[in-house]
């Protein structure tokens, strides 16, 4: 590689940043991320950047509102420092649900996060599997949106037995679902999804799984309420196996457990988020190599 690129990561997830570096063969770049005392950060960019594609990883989960804006800091960094080009690689882009009004009064922060990268400096997004495509026209710099897709369908194949059928939990998910059940050629049926309040869901199913392997595809798993309500379903209706795989793990609350007392056999998760469990149940699987095949792919 001639040009002369920097990686450099945030506080959020410094196990996947190193992965990526492993990846790139190059040494992850030198940051001093601090807090004063009365909470403001601190970033201290220690290597020259002038001149070089620096790309920053850095997802926005778990406190977000304290990754978005050290995340914004290390962009104001950069550019004070003569970097060329600036890229946030943002492996899960925390805000990106609230992505419309669906109720007078709220905001689409979704929108906001974009207006503030974008305002920081950034010449580049690349991401991974956002809540939803359209999120990509937010933006009026390039981005690069990554899927899981394929790493997924490796990871599930040889679980599956027999005849395989995709499920999408809700309507949101059918886009995924279809590009998946494309690669695993296998046909798809989809659940009517329908929230009662933020944690009850009730379910109907569009499709036959009966006698079926039945693989649960959607980009995010949050409180599991969706993947375990689904599974459970898709035996009721005569599945042989059940399991699932998405890109994003949040498991917020009881997730863990909840996806441990479903009839879910398996579920597949990326690394996009840090995880700090151990369950026999759930596979991880890392997105480092699509991310830095991405990075040396991009043409600044
Ligand atoms: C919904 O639009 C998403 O694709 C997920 O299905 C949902 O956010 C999962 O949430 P939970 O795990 O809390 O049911």
């Known amino acids: 590689m001639n040009r002369k690129l920097k990686l450099f990561g945030g506080s959020s997830h410094q196990t996947l940043t190193d992965k990526v570096c492993k990846a790139l063969n190059i040494a992850r770049g030198k940051i001093d991320l601090t807090q004063f005392p009365d ?17 920053i990883v850095q997802s926005i989960v778990n406190q977000p509102n304290h990754y978005l804006m050290e995340l914004l800091i290390i962009i104001d960094a950069l ?54 495509d359209q999120m990509e026209g937010f933006f009026e710099i390039p981005v690069q ?30 886009k995924i679902a279809e590009r998946m059940a494309k690669i695993m050629q296998a046909p798809l049926a989809v659940i009517k999804k329908e929230r009662k309040n933020s944690h009850d869901v009730s379910m109907t199913l569009i499709g036959i799984v009966k006698g079926k392997s039945v693989l649960i595809v959607d980009d995010l798993c949050s409180t599991a309420g969706t993947l375990a309500a ?11 196996k059940v399991i699932g795989a998405v ?10 457990d909840k996806i441990e007392r479903s009839i879910l056999e398996r579920l597949i998760v990326t690394d996009t988020i840090p995880q700090g469990f151990a369950s026999t149940q759930i596979d991880e699987i890392s997105i480092a190599p699509l991310i830095a095949h991405c990075i040396k792919g991009c043409n600044l």
Not at 41 to 52: K, M
Not at 79 to 89: E, G, L, M, Q
Not at 233 to 240: D, H, P, Q, R, S
């Open 39 to 55: 909470g403001e950060i601190h970033v201290q960019i220690l290597e020259d950047v002038r001149g070089c594609d620096v790309f």
């Open 79 to 132: 550019k004070r420092a003569s970097a060329k080009s600036i890229t946030a690689v943002i492996p899960y882009f925390g805000y990106c649900r609230q992505d419309r009004r669906n109720v007078p009064g709220v905001p689409i922060t979704a929108k906001l996060v974009a207006n503030l990268l974008t305002c920081a400096g950034i010449d580049q997004l690349i991401t991974c599997d956002l809540h939803a």
């Open 145 to 174: 949106h990554l899927h899981a897709d394929k790493i997924l369908c490796d990871a599930a194949r040889p679980l599956i037995e027999k005849e395989c059928i995709l499920v999408a939990p809700d309507i949101g998910s059918v």
């Open 230 to 240: 689904a599974a459970n379903l898709c035996k009721k209706e005569g599945a042989i």
């Open 247 to 256: 890109t994003h793990g949040l498991f917020v609350e009881d997730a863990i």
